[in-house]
Structure formats: C-alpha cells, structure tokens
C-alpha cells in the first residue's frame, strides 16, 4: 500500500493533512520481477559456457562474460571498449554480410556465420558468431547481443579429415583424388594459356623383393624416402602424389620448353636412385619414369594412360630410363 499525505489548513486555523492510499501490489510485483529477470540475466550471462557480449552499434565490447574473455586470451577491462573488428583475423576483415545488413534494415533480428579471431598471443580461434539486435520500442537498434562458440577443435577436426580424404596416410602427399583434381585444374589452365603440362609417372623397379626381403616396415621407409627426395626435386607450383603402391606422379605445369620437362625427369631419376641407409639396411633405389607432355585438349584419363604407358615401356627397356610421349 502506498500513502501520500498533503497538508492543508482548516478553516479554523488548525493544519490537517489528507491523505490518500493506493494498492501499489502490481508495482511492487512487476519491479521484483524485473529485478529477478535482471539477476537471472546476469547469472546466464556470467556462467554461460559460450561467449557473450553485449556489443554498441558502432561494434564496440559494452559488456563481455568470463567465457568470452577466456576464449579471446583477454582481460575483460582490455576488452571493453575494443571493437570486434580490432580482434578479427586479417583474412576475414572483408565487407560486413547482406545478413548484417538486413539486420541493420530490419529486414531479420539475427544472422549467424563462422569466423576466425586472434588470441592476445596471435593464435586464430574459429567460432561461429550469433548476433541479435536488441531494439527500442521504434525499432532502433539500441544494442547487439553477440553469442560466440568455439569451434576451433571442430574445425581442426574437418581439415583432419579433408586432408585423410585427399593424402596418403603413410608419405603425406596427395593422393590420386588430389592428384587429378589438380591435374583437371592444370588442363584448364593449359587451355586458356595455351601452355603446356608434363606429367611424370614414377614406379619403383623391384619394390615388391625389397617388402619381401626386408619386411613391410623397410618397405615404408623407402616410400616416405622416395616422396621426400620427390618433394625435393619438385617446384613449389608442382603437385607431387603417392596414387597407390609404389606409384607417384608429378604434374609440373607452365612448361615453355620440353626439354626443361626432361631435365625435370632426368633430375627425378637421379634424386630417387642414390643409396639410402634405412635402419642398417643399405638400398639404392631404382625407378621407370614414363613423361608425357600434355596440352589442355588432354583429359585428366588420358594423361595418365599416357604418361602410364611410357613408364611401363621404359620398364620393360632399362636402357630407355626415361620414356616420353607428346601430343
């Protein structure tokens, strides 16, 4: 109950006072509710296990939880005031999204979308970022609510997994996937700027009597050799792959003359053949190298059937070493 007394003076020169009362029950009831939503607010807030921050328009931290702080590697007093663009990685500082923009419009109330931030020590987090508009009762857009999960070991697992798709587990180098996707876009490429590709197909001689021999164990270790020395001979710009077995082929592209393709194979025989020691067990190495020299007019099948069938000719003739075909 609510009293509100006025003073006044009587007639007779005594002072009184009126007073009213008013049922103040809903008042009452309405404030210990907003300031139970307040607390309740207050407690998610802090103790939520995602990052959440109450940001200004002009993106500006207000307000940052724990959880936030912690996964950004931050002091919240050095977060306030800092705009979440200072703290964006420099691949993802591109134009604001439509969806910001329709936020801005009124067009949605929230968007979501995946992106990279730094930590105080310069490592990049992933996260996936939920931003609400907190507007007044025109519909300005007072506040942001933003909402931050951590998917940085999600993240790492989906590239895990599209590397395993693409790589042979044992050498690390693409696999024939990766290699004829490369080998599709190096066509392309080949087409438009009428260049040329070589592509060199590489099988060990004799691997079979090295596992037979020596075990699968030595066996491995020649092939983790092989695609070192293979890395080593390559350009950067070159695609080195493990397709199956003893098997590797290297697509070298932006070949102006042939015969840099060939000192490219005769450098490749020669890196591939020197001695190794593989744990006290002594090799020298011997491969068929068969080169084809391909134009964008070439299929992806049909350079590797090449390329394939002057190995296997170069097999059958040591002497050839390094057998070469043109289109």
């Known amino acids: 109950m609510r009293t509100n007394c006025v003073p006044f003076d009587a007639a007779d020169g005594r002072i009184g006072t009126i007073s009213t009362f008013s049922d103040v029950t809903v008042d009452h009831e309405l404030a210990t509710a907003l300031t139970l939503a307040e ?12 990052g959440i921050a ?70 990049e987090v992933w996260v996936n970022l939920h931003v609400s508009a907190l507007r007044d009762h025109t519909g300005s857009i007072e506040r942001f609510l933003v909402q931050v999960v951590d998917l940085t070991e999600r993240k ?54 090295v596992n037979d021999t020596h075990g699968h164990r030595i066996g491995d270790l020649l092939l983790t050799t092989v695609a070192d020395r293979l890395r080593g001979v390559a350009r950067e710009i070159d695609t080195v792959g493990r397709i199956g077995g003893d098997e590797f082929v290297v697509v070298a592209g932006s070949i102006t003359d042939p015969e840099d393709a060939e000192q490219l194979a005769a450098r490749v025989r020669r890196a591939i053949e020197q001695p190794v020691d593989l744990e006290g067990v002594h090799l020298t190495p011997r491969v068929s190298v068969g080169l084809h020299l391909a134009d964008g007019y070439d299929t992806t099948d049909e350079v590797l059937s090449f390329a394939d069938r002057r190995m296997y000719e170069a097999k059958t003739d040591r002497r050839l070493a390094v057998r070469t075909s043109r289109r």
């Open 39 to 50: 607390e309740r607010f207050r407690l998610a807030f802090d103790e939520a296990p995602i």
């Open 156 to 209: 790492a697992l989906e590239a895990k997994l599209s590397h395993a798709a693409t790589h042979d587990p044992l050498t690390g180098l693409p696999n024939r996937r990766l290699v004829e996707d490369r080998l599709a876009l190096a066509l392309a490429a080949s087409r438009r700027d009428a260049g040329t590709i070589a592509v060199l197909f590489c099988d060990l001689d004799g691997f079979k009597a």
């Open 54 to 123: 109450v940001v200004h328009p002009d993106g500006r931290f207000e307000d940052i939880n724990p959880a936030l702080c912690a996964l950004l590697d931050r002091t919240r007093e050095e977060l306030l005031g800092t705009r979440l663009r200072d703290l964006t990685h420099p691949d993802d500082l591109d134009a604001p999204p439509i969806e910001h923009g329709d936020l801005l419009a009124g067009v949605t109330d929230s968007y979501a979308m995946d992106r990279r931030y730094l930590q105080r020590s310069g490592a």
